[in-house]
Nanobody, 114 residues
Framework: QVQLVESGGGLVQPGGSLRLSCLAS????????MGWYRQAPGKQRELVAR???????NYADSVKGRFTISRDNAKNTVYLQMNSLKPEDTAVYYC????????WGQGTQVTVSS
């Protein structure tokens, strides 16, 4: 069993920055890849960024060059640094841990508005 707790969401003006954190606990050795997803009202949940155990990353086209995913294995934490935020980035952001079973966090709200 793995538990994921996200933090760092909030309200930010367009052009601003936020850093999301996802702390994993439990049977960490079962986790391979980690990712951030988001879901805006009335839309499907979509991949934002993903990082493998070896550190390889991939991003949604809409966030390339603005968002950076990273992981600190010693702290069992994955981060999402979000820069140059746009109103269309407004969503609930979820952390996902992938192993034999997929685990999701409870989500953290990010609102980009002036």
């Amino acid at each position: 069993q793995v538990q994921l707790v996200e933090s760092g969401g909030g309200l930010v003006q367009p052009g601003g920055s936020l850093r999301l954190s996802c702390l994993a606990s439990g049977i960490i050795v079962s986790i391979n890849h980690m990712g951030w997803y988001r879901q805006a009202p009335g839309k499907q949940r979509e991949l934002v960024a993903r990082i493998t155990t070896s550190g390889s990353t991939n991003y949604a086209d809409s966030v390339k060059g603005r968002f950076t995913i990273s992981r600190d294995n010693a702290k069992n934490t994955v981060y999402l640094q979000m820069n140059s935020l746009k109103p269309e980035d407004t969503a609930v952001y979820y952390c996902k841990a992938e192993g034999i079973v997929a685990y999701w966090g409870q989500g953290t709200q990010v609102t980009v508005s002036s």
